[in-house]
């Protein structure tokens, strides 16, 4: 099977991330709002042939951290790792590499 890269916005895995504001630091929630901006413009171009960002703050623990979705339609982890898998993506590294982006990208917004 081949896909026409990239693909359009509603074939798109939507990857929903939220951050908690206390990963940066004793006054996150004054500043959390400001680093998803600053993090989905950084983030913005990582598989963007075939994945949709979303940098949101984490205020509703009830909600998962990461939330995959495509066609407006929730995807559970099985789904979203076999929609990774047709570009050739594992999950578990896919979320890995994100979760260390968004490392370096705290560490920047600290200006560190």
Same mark, same amino acid.
């Given at each position: 099977?081949?896909?026409?890269?990239?693909?359009? *916005?509603?074939?798109?895995?939507? /990857?929903?991330?939220? &951050?908690?504001? =206390? +990963?940066? =630091?004793? !006054? =996150?929630? !004054? #500043?959390?709002?400001?680093? +998803?901006?600053?993090?989905?413009?950084? &983030?913005?171009?990582?598989?963007?042939?075939? &994945?949709?960002? &979303?940098?949101?703050?984490?205020? $509703?623990?009830?909600?998962?951290?990461?939330?995959?979705?495509?066609?407006?339609?929730?995807?559970? #982890?099985?789904?979203?790792?076999?929609? *990774?898998? /047709? @570009?050739?993506?594992?999950?578990? $590294?896919?979320?890995?590499?994100?979760?260390?982006?968004?490392?370096?990208?705290? $560490?920047? @917004?600290?200006?560190?």
């Amino acid at each position: 099977m081949t896909l026409e890269l990239p693909l359009p *916005l509603y074939k798109k895995l939507t /990857v929903t991330f939220r &951050v908690e504001p =206390g +990963c940066l =630091g004793p !006054d =996150g929630a !004054d #500043h959390i709002e400001k680093f +998803c901006k600053f993090a989905k413009k950084e &983030v913005a171009g990582l598989d963007s042939d075939f &994945v949709r960002w &979303v940098i949101t703050p984490r205020y $509703d623990k009830s909600l998962p951290e990461t939330e995959y979705k495509t066609n407006n339609k929730l995807l559970d #982890h099985d789904k979203a790792e076999k929609y *990774l898998h /047709v @570009f050739g993506k594992e999950l578990d $590294d896919f979320e890995e590499n994100l979760q260390d982006k968004l490392s370096i990208l705290i $560490d920047e @917004f600290h200006g560190r």
